[in-house]
């Protein structure tokens, strides 16, 4: 039977009856008679119920705080209690850049789960600036970014990929200022975009003639790869099976110039989880492969 925490907590995140009913596996008349028995317990009303749905008021807002904070303090003394013991138990929690998420990560987890059956995965992916905020609100154990990140506590890099300017017609740098052809890009943290403007205005002395932008690197790619125009493309995300012409934005004489960096980064308490250390374990295995 869920707790009275986990209710308030999936009703406040849902914010409609129905869905969080099919979340706590309850009918809705019970999941009801649930919520009422609760706020009489608290003695407020902690939700308003209306045709858009679940609307805290402010006695439910705090009810809604304090049942967070048990269930995480509740996680935290589960994971405290797994580490005493042999096997790898507990929940891993991983905040991880949507580009490592969809590429490279999944044959990680795979090994993960394959050794470790008994352990659960909770996974959050954004952008890295995301990533730190989800350890900050303790959201996560480790979080994998890309590119500069500060960070105090413990950083491991992972690896460094080049990036590559994609395109099924241009052949050469010298072709890129003349073509009509656009400039895909996608949105992704300001860094990337310094980065790659950086880069840009060192070769060229004008902005690309065309530009599109799109909301995900995968759409990019797709894109780049059916010829609507080129884009920047980090090679984690090319497996060299791409109809496409791509050209390494590095120079002889200046050694790496445009590449990102992959850090597994998080606070020093939690690396000394027994499912954080398998896991770091298979990841700098992973890791190597790519060095």
């Not at 999936?10 to 008349?29: D, H, I, T, Y």
């Not at 005493?84 to 998420?101: D, E, F, N, P, Q």
């Not at 996560?140 to 690896?159: D, P, Q």
Request: net charge negative; glycine share 6%; charged share 25%.
């Amino acid at each position: 039977m869920s707790t009275e925490e986990t209710i308030i907590k999936v009703l406040a995140e849902e914010g409609n009856m129905r869905k969080a009913a099919e979340r706590l596996f309850l009918s809705q008349p019970a999941l009801s008679q649930r919520l009422q028995s609760i706020e009489k317990d608290w003695g407020e009303q902690l939700f308003l119920r209306s045709q858009k749905g679940l609307t805290p008021t402010p006695a439910g807002e705090l009810v809604i705080s304090y049942s967070k904070e048990v269930i995480q303090r509740k996680e935290e003394v589960y994971e405290l209690l797994h580490t005493m013991t042999s096997k790898v138990h507990g929940t891993l929690k991983i905040a991880c850049a949507t580009i490592i998420g969809q590429n490279w990560l999944p044959k990680v987890l795979k090994d993960f789960v394959t050794l470790y059956p008994e352990a659960k995965i909770q996974l959050i992916t954004g952008w890295s600036s995301e990533i730190v905020r989800a350890l900050y609100e303790g959201e996560a154990h480790v979080g994998i970014v890309r590119g500069h990140t500060e960070w105090k506590g413990t950083k491991i890099h992972l690896f460094r990929d080049t990036l590559y300017l994609v395109d099924k017609e241009i052949e050469s740098m010298d072709e890129v200022i003349q073509t009509e052809r656009p400039f895909i890009q996608f949105k992704s943290d300001s860094n990337y975009f310094e980065e790659i403007q950086q880069w840009w205005q060192k070769h060229f002395q004008s902005s690309p003639k065309r530009q599109i932008t799109v909301d995900q690197i995968e759409t990019c790619k797709q894109m780049a790869v059916n010829g609507i125009g080129y884009a920047i493309l980090p090679s984690i995300t090319l497996t060299g099976t791409e109809d496409v012409h791509m050209m390494p934005l590095t120079n002889p004489a200046e050694e790496l110039e445009l590449t990102r960096d992959t850090w597994l980064i998080g606070y020093d308490s939690s690396f000394q989880l027994r499912q954080v250390e398998a896991f770091v374990d298979i990841v700098k295995k992973h890791a190597a492969l790519l060095s």
